[in-house]
């Protein structure tokens, strides 16, 4: 089996909140459908505009919602159907295959088939720093950055996907994706969200590692975050 990772990109037209609706109520059965598994969509709604000020974005017009889903194989010969699906369903899409490390499961907070999970989820597509190796970096964020991102924050889930490659023309070309879940009020209260509530030197503290690790290895200028509300469709 392969994960494959798909950016969605809205039709101009039609508004976030439509979008969203739409994506949750038709998307996951044509994907199965189209034979995959293990659907999750991360969309942008309202239940996560707190976290506006959260956003960086590379792309313009940034993604909308993310698809995330495991197929027997991401080869384009069997693609076609998940493909069509995804097309009716945006205006355009970027695909990736996808390495997964899970390094906290959400057992806190389990996702529920078809509901919305605990809290949000940070989306972040993220690049490399040029000036660095492939390996190097890699080497900086699974033996350095995992350790401090676990420490420094209230996540409840994180998954790290490494990007093995693109596959469809014209993709941004990141190098990972993550997900991460906070509590809902992480989303405008960054005490919370570096798990230092009335601690004021704490936060400080978690603050300026998360920063100093981040600097270590992400090419801050190439790199699309954005808060998301997270939604599973079951594993079948």
């Known amino acids: 089996m392969e994960k494959v990772i798909a950016a969605l990109w809205a039709p101009a037209d039609e508004p976030a909140a439509d979008y969203a609706e739409r994506l949750l109520r038709g998307l996951p059965g044509a994907l199965r459908d189209a034979g995959?598994?293990?659907?999750?969509?991360?969309?942008?709604?309202?239940?996560?505009?707190?976290?506006?000020?959260?956003?960086?974005?590379?792309?313009?017009?940034?993604?909308d919602a993310?698809?995330?889903?495991?197929?027997?194989?991401?080869?384009?010969?069997?693609?076609?159907?998940?493909?069509?699906?995804?097309a009716a369903h945006s205006a355009h899409f970027a695909l990736y295959l996808v390495a997964e490390s899970t390094i906290i499961a959400n057992t806190d907070h389990a996702p529920q088939p078809g509901q919305r999970t605990w809290g949000w989820s940070q989306a972040s597509f993220i690049t490399f720093r040029p000036d660095?190796?492939?390996?190097?970096?890699?080497?900086?964020?699974?033996?350095?950055?995992?350790?401090?991102?676990?420490?420094?924050?209230?996540?409840?889930?994180?998954?790290?996907?490494?990007?093995?490659?693109?596959?469809?023309?014209?993709?941004?070309?990141?190098d990972?994706?993550?997900?991460?879940?906070?509590?809902?009020?992480?989303?405008?209260?960054?005490q919370v969200f570096f798990d230092a509530v009335g601690n004021q030197?704490?936060?400080?503290?978690?603050?300026?590692?998360?920063?100093?690790?981040?600097?270590?290895?992400?090419?801050?200028?190439?790199?699309?975050?954005m808060p998301t509300s997270q939604y599973d469709f079951g594993a079948a």
């Not at 293990?38 to 993604?63: E, T, Y």
């Not at 993310?66 to 995804?86: E, T, Y």
């Not at 030197?201 to 699309?224: H, Q, Y």
């Open 36 to 63: 995959v598994s293990r659907v999750r969509i991360n969309v942008r709604d309202a239940d996560v505009a707190a976290g506006a000020a959260l956003v960086q974005s590379w792309q313009v017009p940034q993604q």
């Open 176 to 190: 990972a994706f993550v997900e991460e879940c906070f509590p809902a009020t992480a989303l405008d209260q960054p």
């Open 201 to 225: 030197p704490k936060f400080e503290a978690n603050l300026a590692t998360m920063m100093d690790s981040c600097a270590g290895f992400i090419d801050f200028a190439r790199v699309d975050v």
């Open 66 to 86: 993310i698809v995330q889903f495991w197929l027997p194989s991401a080869n384009a010969r069997f693609r076609g159907d998940i493909d069509a699906a995804l």
């Open 132 to 174: 660095m190796a492939r390996a190097a970096a890699i080497d900086h964020w699974h033996g350095h950055h995992t350790r401090v991102a676990i420490e420094t924050q209230s996540n409840f889930e994180y998954v790290q996907n490494l990007i093995v490659r693109p596959l469809t023309a014209g993709a941004p070309a990141y």
